[in-house]
């Protein structure tokens, strides 16, 4: 799971990190997870965060099976990378769909 800090002092309505946790671990139930969080450090990219890159490396060592988000741009903030990583991750890890790899919620 990976969570984004709140934006309410700049004027928009997301929703704080631990809300976002919430959400994301009632989603999940009683399955195991493991939460990727950058505690509210600058997400512009994913090569400047250390988390995102650890959850990557697990899903390329075959440690995750499913990855939670509130909005696609939790995950990453840029459509063209956003969508790069899904095709990296449903295609190349075996997966046929998008849909049995993310959920966003």
Same mark, same amino acid.
């Given at each position: ?7 309410? @002092?700049?004027?928009?309505?997301? #929703? *704080?990190?631990?809300?976002? !946790? ?9 399955? /195991? ?24 490396? @697990?899903?390329?060592?075959?440690? #995750? *099976?499913?990855?939670?988000? !509130? ?9 063209? /990378? ?24």
């Amino acid at each position: 799971m990976r969570r984004s800090v709140s934006d309410k @002092d700049k004027g928009n309505n997301s #929703i *704080s990190i631990a809300a976002q !946790k919430e959400e994301c671990v009632r989603f999940v139930g009683d399955c /195991e997870y493991h939460i990727y969080c950058n505690d509210g450090k600058n997400g512009k990219d994913i090569a400047h965060s250390p988390e995102f890159q650890a959850m990557m490396q @697990d899903a390329r060592d075959d440690l #995750i *099976s499913r990855i939670v988000v !509130k909005k696609y741009d939790r995950f990453s903030r840029n459509m063209r /990378e956003y969508l790069n990583i899904t095709d990296e991750l449903v295609f190349t890890y075996g997966e046929c769909h998008p849909n049995s790899y993310f959920s966003i919620i």
